[in-house]
């Protein structure tokens, strides 16, 4: 268990997905560019047996931007898509737009 405040010292925030391309030598990996309202970051995400990138763009997602920086395969990730577990992730959504850079509360 974490406390309420551990809990509000991780920030989530909507992103919507601009780029998206399958990682070289890689059988998992996705290269995510998302928009975040002031900035844009790119996220590596272990999500391509499940999803298509062309399918992803344009896609609302929420994303943890605290998160320190991870390499993959030489590429920095810099925050964590949020996805469900069933069978396989699934990503996710706001359920109507919203503005990138949204902070989740």
């Known amino acids: 268990m974490i406390t309420f ?9 909507v992103a919507k997905i601009i780029e998206a391309e399958k990682v070289p030598n ?3 990996l996705l290269k995510l560019r998302v928009d975040l309202g002031q900035e844009t ?4 995400a272990g999500i391509q047996q499940f999803y298509q990138p062309e399918g992803l763009i344009g896609k609302e997602v ?3 931007v605290n998160l320190e920086s991870k390499s993959f395969l030489g590429l920095e990730s ?3 898509i949020l996805a ?7 990503l ?3 359920e109507k737009e919203v503005l990138p850079g949204a902070k989740i509360r």
């Open 62 to 64: 929420i994303v943890v």
């Open 26 to 28: 890689s059988q998992n």
């Open 78 to 80: 810099q925050g964590m």
């Open 92 to 94: 996710l959504t706001p």
């Open 5 to 13: 405040e551990e809990f509000k010292k991780i920030d989530l925030r």
């Open 41 to 44: 970051r790119q996220i590596i």
């Open 84 to 90: 469900a577990d069933d069978n396989g992730p699934v």
